[in-house]
């Protein structure tokens, strides 16, 4: 088989699925040059067998995008600072889709005096005008679901209050964009009580008698359901089990009864120095 000069090749490194990865900080800045390389490597890795080629276009060149897609690469994901191409060179490859969830968080934050702390926000879903829910909302990247929900529930209400446990989760297929959507439940006990509402997203937050909010005609099922999942029943708690990488990239949600020290660790904190192995 001829192989081709290396300086004719893209710069490229294998990955362990049969792949060629193209190193992004080697392309080359002009079209022209980048199209010829390009078209002589697919030859190259299509004839060595390789499976699929990944092509990472930094925005400062996307310039050389439409010659990758005239060249049969097609887009799989973006950030504000990449685009992502990909090709299949094998029949039977397989490129593995892209993210397909959005992750929220809503919280049920209750006195002792059983008042739960609930939001309107200033526009409603799908036309129908907005109601009575829990605070809550989007989590933000690398942010655990314990920090969301406190984060998310400060900023639009003001109260301060410390998560306890995830009561319960809804999975939503069509969400947005065609992906599903992940929407958990945290229990939070508050730390305050005085009311700061976040007004460019809230018309109204108080705090709410938790047997008026699951007796009321005009609050949905969904979010009377949810709300009674966190008052019946303990959840699962934030932990850790060593083994798998540290606290710093992954949090568990255990029974309570099973965080016992040894096989499962209570969470330590993302900061927390531990022996992983």
């Not at 297929?173 to 599903?180: D, I, Q, V």
Request: a negative charge.
């Amino acid at each position: 088989m001829t192989q081709l000069s290396s300086k004719q090749l893209l710069e490229a490194r294998a990955n362990p699925f049969g792949g060629m990865v193209i190193v992004p900080a080697e392309l080359p800045s002009d079209a022209t040059e980048f199209a010829q390389r390009l078209e002589v490597s697919l030859k190259q890795w299509t004839a060595d067998g390789i499976k699929a080629a990944w092509l990472e276009v930094p925005i400062a060149k996307a310039a050389l995008i439409p010659d990758a897609v005239n060249q049969g690469f097609t887009f799989h994901h973006s950030s504000e600072e990449y685009l992502m191409l990909t090709t299949i060179l094998q029949d039977g490859a397989w490129v593995p889709h892209y993210a397909t969830h959005y992750i929220g968080i809503g919280g049920v934050v209750l006195t002792p005096e059983r008042e739960l702390l609930v939001v309107r926000e200033l526009y409603g879903v799908a036309g129908r005008p907005p109601t009575l829910k829990l605070p809550g909302g989007a989590l933000h990247p690398n942010e655990n679901l314990a920090e969301a929900v406190e984060r998310e529930v400060l900023e639009e209400t003001g109260v301060r209050a410390e998560f306890e446990a995830i009561a319960c989760f809804r999975h939503w297929h069509g969400y947005r964009y065609g992906k599903s959507d992940i929407y958990f439940v945290g229990r939070l006990r508050p730390l305050s009580r005085e009311i700061t509402m976040q007004a460019d997203e809230i018309q109204e937050c108080l705090w709410l008698p938790v047997d008026e909010f699951l007796s009321r005609e005009d609050i949905s099922n969904f979010n009377k359901q949810i709300v009674r999942a966190a008052l019946e029943s303990e959840g699962v708690v934030q932990s850790f089990i060593p083994g798998f990488g540290g606290p710093d990239t992954r949090e568990y949600f255990m029974p309570g009864h099973l965080v016992d020290g040894e096989g499962v660790w209570a969470y330590p904190g993302r900061d927390a120095v531990v022996d992983v192995q």
